[in-house]
């Protein structure tokens, strides 16, 4: 009934929706690079405090943090990043071009790219060699080594790192947890496939420090409750599944992982990554620091604890949820495109439309519930042609309500609410607009 | 009365309730680099809020942008940004350190640095060379020229570049804006006192495109608006001033520029900076980039709007609003600190407090009032040591309301509510505690 969902369609629906842009497309773009625009915004800007609802204001066990981007170098030296945070890339002498090594079959060659991939007769290629994916720069005036620093690849390093202090001030003993919210970058050279894979993205993690005995249990623990949040806000349950790496596909300090993958426009993909990091991090700073990262409990017991790892980015999400959202219907003889957000997801959660914009008494009426609504939640306010036409520019940003003044309401003080996906319409006193919402959204 | 409020004491209090930490600490440090702990994460979350929800959720003539951190190069040399962006550095040949040169006055010689700031006797200088203060990197795999890169230093032509694509699907006609939050970076030599001037800070700013003629209205507008917006949320209005930029001290794309000042512990310094940019960086742009960057109106007349911009961060409106709500006070013989924030700026808006905390009756209660307000806001359930040392704990961290549960509660079913301020206590019924809550934070 309802065609495939592309990776093209959603591209296309969130330019002329405004939703993402190409980044400084005016200069021709930077690879991998995106600008959001208002509903990109709102809605990265609910993923972001739902999750952080989720993990912080309603537990008590987790603690947030705010670490800086950029941090003292020898935290990247610590956590083996400087040494060990690198792809396997080969040069071609004659076209100039880099691959990756383990990429080869996929890439075109630089003087031939109208050739099938892969196909190097006339390539001179080298050796591989480690290119590493963090991004250098340099910190004060003075150009010397002293001053090389990095962008952060993960957030995670700034919890570690922060572990002590923490500790000290919030009088929690293991299990409790730590979350981060904040863009990380990675200089990868086969980025792509829209938001999947870009140079800088919005990082959403927690580390859960717990006692070793009990890492294993709380590994399947925060595999199930991200899974769920993931089904909460409305992603469908058959495009998800729990992929546990095998053991040569683990990080090296890894004693376990599951993805929690979606299926995306371009197949199968991770959205989420749990891992189970043991004591490594905490292990690693304590010898690098001198600085003794451990619990201490109140009869003096001592020990590193193991930490479970929840990581998604912002991006992921946002792409899983426009695929899993984007619904093209016929409706009464008429295509539509629909966005079938879940209500706390929607950028917009309600428009209010006056029926006939030059009606005065139905603007007066607009305006004052406009003015009223838009105190607590993001509405809007359109009076701009045909109501058919503004009912489907507000699917297509997938806004679950639409409140028409129309005739009646001058005569009886009700309007219409307009449910997005059923299409269902029945009236509401006017000054019951509020509560309801409130309710329906809640 | 009260004693007077130095940067120290507020370095203190944060770093020993856990809003802010020194970051990369057990490293030893970076300079001019902090971390944010639990409590300073919920009070910029606060603060990055309610300047969003003033500038865009609340207006209809306002839209967000979230535009990445690396843009295109040609970006900042079409801004003016790597040709002038810079500061006079002084090296000495001696002492291998590098100095402002518009602050040698205050610097420190490195082989005396116990002597007077600015005695150089000893030191061989060099003369003063510009050094650019945008942090440079490299895209891609390949290290040269074409694969150079920055770092933003404002957020703003984030917002320049993607004026068309905005226009194009807002359907707005100027006055018209556009918003943004996120890290900006400055490779600044000579940062300091604690957040007020730091490597990498978060940015808030609007772009406000107006027809050139009514250009001058609208800068006073948005003085005024920022001004009023930095009352409402607690600042006093007699540590606040506003200044205007002499001819000389301005910008060069700037015609007028006036600072909202705040009176910090260390004196008068920049809060927010508002700027009539002109036509500046869209006919900059648009020259650069060959795409006209304009407003084109229904009747076909066309123009280049101007723009003004409010810019602040969110680091300077942290540490002023801190300042302004620290005291020391004498309570009942007792000495107290506490944080006057305003309840919306506050990080947790109330404690719910077991009197006893071995008493199940009592946690019982404490508990579900607890669960059922923590859905709403955020909020802290205590019940570590005597109610005093409680109180005096959340009125540091600026708590604004105490929910206490005593041996009444088991009686009539009503709690104390404890204000951080008056210290007035009144009982409510524990039923209509949440809408209390609810109200007294609206």
Redesign the interface.
């Known amino acids: 009934m309802s065609e495939p969902v592309t990776m093209e369609k959603i591209v296309s629906l969130c330019r002329?929706?405004?939703f993402v842009?190409p980044?400084?497309?005016?200069?021709?773009?930077?690879?991998s690079?995106?600008?959001?625009?208002?509903y990109?915004?709102?809605m990265?800007?609910n993923i972001r405090s739902l999750w952080?609802d989720a993990m912080v204001?309603?537990r008590?066990d987790i603690?947030?943090?705010?670490?800086?981007?950029?941090?003292?170098p020898?935290?990247w030296e610590a956590s083996g990043h400087v040494a060990g945070f690198s792809d396997p890339?080969i040069d071609c002498r004659t076209c100039?071009l880099?691959f990756r090594a383990d990429k080869l079959d996929e890439a075109h060659c630089g003087r031939k790219p109208s050739k099938h991939p892969g196909e190097w007769k006339e390539c001179d290629l080298t050796e591989a060699r480690q290119?590493n994916l963090m991004?250098?720069?340099?910190?004060?005036?003075?150009e010397d080594a002293s001053s090389v620093?990095y962008?952060r690849p993960e957030t995670a390093q700034?919890i570690f790192?922060?572990f002590?202090?923490?500790l000290q001030?919030?009088?929690r003993k293991p299990p409790f947890g730590i979350a981060q919210v904040g863009?990380s970058?990675r200089?990868e050279?086969t980025p792509g496939n829209f938001l999947f894979r870009v140079?800088?993205f919005e990082q959403m993690e927690m580390e859960y420090f717990v006692p070793p005995d009990e890492a294993d249990r709380w590994f399947e623990y925060w595999v199930q409750a991200r899974f769920d949040w993931h089904v909460k806000y409305g992603l469908r349950q058959e495009k998800l599944r729990i992929r546990e790496h095998s053991e040569e596909e683990r990080s090296h300090y890894s004693s376990a992982t599951s993805d929690i993958e979606y299926e995306y426009p371009i197949g199968w993909g991770e959205l989420e990554g749990i891992a189970n990091r043991g004591d490594f991090d905490l292990a690693q700073?304590t010898e690098?620091?001198?600085?003794k990262?451990e619990f201490v409990g109140e009869g003096g017991e001592r020990y590193t604890p193991h930490v479970i790892e929840p990581a998604v980015s912002i991006e992921r999400i946002f792409v899983a949820m426009l695929a899993d959202a984007y619904h093209e219907e016929e409706v009464a003889g008429r295509q539509r495109t629909v966005l079938r957000l879940h209500p706390a997801i929607a950028p917009v959660k309600a428009a209010i439309l006056p029926l006939i914009a030059k009606d005065s008494a139905m603007v007066g009426h607009a305006r004052s519930l406009y003015e009223e609504l838009?105190?607590e939640?993001?509405v809007e306010?359109d009076d701009?042609g045909a109501i058919g036409r503004r009912y489907r520019r507000q699917d297509e940003i997938g806004t679950p309500f639409a409140f028409t003044i129309d005739e009646q309401t001058l005569a009886d003080e009700t309007v219409t609410v307009r449910d997005r996906d059923s299409l269902a319409q029945e009236r509401l006193p006017i000054g019951g607009v509020r509560a309801w919402l409130d309710d329906s959204l809640r």
């Not at 690079?33 to 208002?38: F, K, S, V």
């Open positions: 002329r929706r405004g842009f980044s400084s497309e005016i200069y021709g773009g930077l690879g690079t995106y600008d959001y625009g208002h990109g915004v709102l990265k800007n952080f204001q309603e008590e603690l947030a943090l705010d670490s800086a981007i950029i941090l003292n020898r935290v890339l100039k880099r290119f991004f250098q720069t340099r910190v004060g005036a003075v620093a962008l700034g790192v922060n002590k202090n923490v001030i919030a009088r863009k970058f200089n050279i140079l800088e700073h690098a620091s001198g600085t990262l838009r105190r939640h993001v306010y701009g």
